[in-house]
Every structure is written in C-alpha cells, then in structure tokens.
C-alpha cells in the first residue's frame, strides 16, 4: 500500500476494462457513478436471487473442481 492511500482524495483514476472486436479499451468513468451503479444493482438482488447464485456458484464450482476417482487408482 502507497503512504497515504488510505486517505480519501488520493485516487488517481479509475477506469473499467472492456474487450471490444478482440482489443482491450480503458474507459475512464466517474467513481461516485460506479459506487452508486453498484449499490443501485445490489438493493435489486433479493434473497432468493442472491441464493440461487450462490447454488450456481457452487454448482460450477463443483464442476471444475471434479476428477475421475478412477484414473488415481
């Protein structure tokens, strides 16, 4: 951790990645907007929701976590 970065107002930037046509681009966007985007789209997620994502997780998890028992024997 850089001396002061825990202090609020030292932020150099911030920008989100996007792959387009099979290139990286650097977008800048604003902090305050992506902190309000992000706690709009969490309060949408209910419980269930959150559950059933959780089970997906875990699912696909489990999926490439997996290996044929038989072939160690």
Request: charged content about 30%.
């Given at each position: 951790?850089l001396?002061g970065?825990?202090?609020?107002?030292?932020?150099l930037s911030?920008?989100?990645?996007?792959?387009?046509?099979?290139?990286?681009e650097y977008?800048?966007?604003?902090?305050?907007?992506?902190?309000?985007a992000?706690?709009?789209?969490?309060?949408q997620?209910?419980?269930i929701?959150?559950?059933?994502?959780?089970?997906?997780?875990h699912?696909?998890?489990?999926?490439?976590n997996?290996?044929?028992?038989r072939?160690?024997?």
């Amino acid at each position: 951790m850089l001396p002061g970065s825990e202090q609020p107002g030292n932020r150099l930037s911030t920008k989100i990645r996007l792959m387009r046509a099979g290139e990286n681009e650097y977008l800048p966007i604003d902090p305050d907007a992506l902190q309000t985007a992000l706690e709009r789209d969490n309060a949408q997620m209910d419980r269930i929701e959150q559950e059933r994502i959780a089970r997906s997780r875990h699912s696909t998890a489990k999926k490439l976590n997996s290996f044929n028992m038989r072939l160690w024997k």
